[in-house]
């Protein structure tokens, strides 16, 4: 148990459709990331948000938004959504970040389905 | 850039036998490195890290890695694999104090099989 939670774990949308994806850091962890898995792949950075501001993004348009909150808690937004969107969606949590040497504390995941 | 190469997406060992599990690192400046395991339909778990103290580095589970400098490396071992070691391993690479780099990349990811 890394105390790290997502929901929903599965889901399943239409291209075009909007999804919001949800996590619950741990408790303390003013740091959270977003990756994204496709299958079969390493989990890909989409963006960093360190006290409630965003603070590092990856290589992803700019329909794939976020937000954190001042509980730690964030949202992964991602609108219009594509077929390729379909993918495992990773949030983790971290007390120090990662450039600094700290461990990124996994949830497990939600699954979306894009059809 | 960096980047992280994972030799041998899928490695089949008997129980028993040695685990090696190989990770190549590309950084212009010393990194930090990770392992992680993932099981099946669950998120990512540390396994071990290098942070620049010694670089032999002991992990859960019994598993360790050895950073190598010269030879960009940072491969993970265990001397006796476990039936509970199936699972994938993703090695990963930072950029020590970041600046606008505030991410971890991934290998590939390496699938272990453990044959009884």
């Known amino acids: 148990e890394t105390g790290v939670t997502q929901s929903p774990t599965h889901l399943i949308k239409t291209r075009g459709q909007q999804v919001t994806l949800r996590c619950s850091s741990q408790?303390?962890?003013?740091?959270v990331s977003w990756y994204q898995q496709a299958l079969g792949q390493g989990p890909q950075f989409i963006f960093q948000?360190?006290?409630?501001?965003?603070?590092g993004r990856g290589n992803f348009p700019p329909r794939f938004s976020g937000l954190q909150f001042p509980n730690y808690s964030s949202e992964l937004n991602v609108n219009a959504l594509e077929l390729d969107d379909s993918a495992l969606y990773l949030c983790?949590?971290?007390?120090?970040?990662?450039?600094?040497?700290?461990?990124?504390?996994f949830g497990e995941g939600s699954r979306l389905t894009v059809l | 850039a960096q980047s992280v190469t994972q030799l041998g997406s899928h490695v089949s060992v008997s129980e028993g036998a040695l685990v090696l599990l190989r990770c190549n690192y590309s950084?212009?400046?010393?990194?930090?490195l990770f392992w992680y395991v993932q099981y099946p339909n669950q998120g990512l778990q540390l396994l071990l890290k290098?942070?620049?103290?010694?670089?032999l580095v002991k992990g859960i589970n019994g598993f360790e890695a050895e950073f190598k400098k010269s030879e960009t490396s940072f491969h993970l071992t265990k001397p006796s694999a476990h039936m509970s070691d199936a699972a994938e391993y993703f090695c990963a690479v930072t950029l020590r104090g970041g600046g606008a780099t505030n991410k971890l990349i991934f290998g590939t990811g390496t699938l272990l099989a453990v044959q009884p």
């Open positions: 948000y360190y006290r409630e501001e965003e603070n």
């Open positions: 983790a949590s971290s007390l120090v970040r990662p450039q600094s040497g700290g461990e990124l504390f």
């Open positions: 408790s303390g962890h003013n740091t």
């Open positions: 290098y942070t620049s103290a010694a670089t």
């Open positions: 950084s212009s400046v010393p990194p930090y």
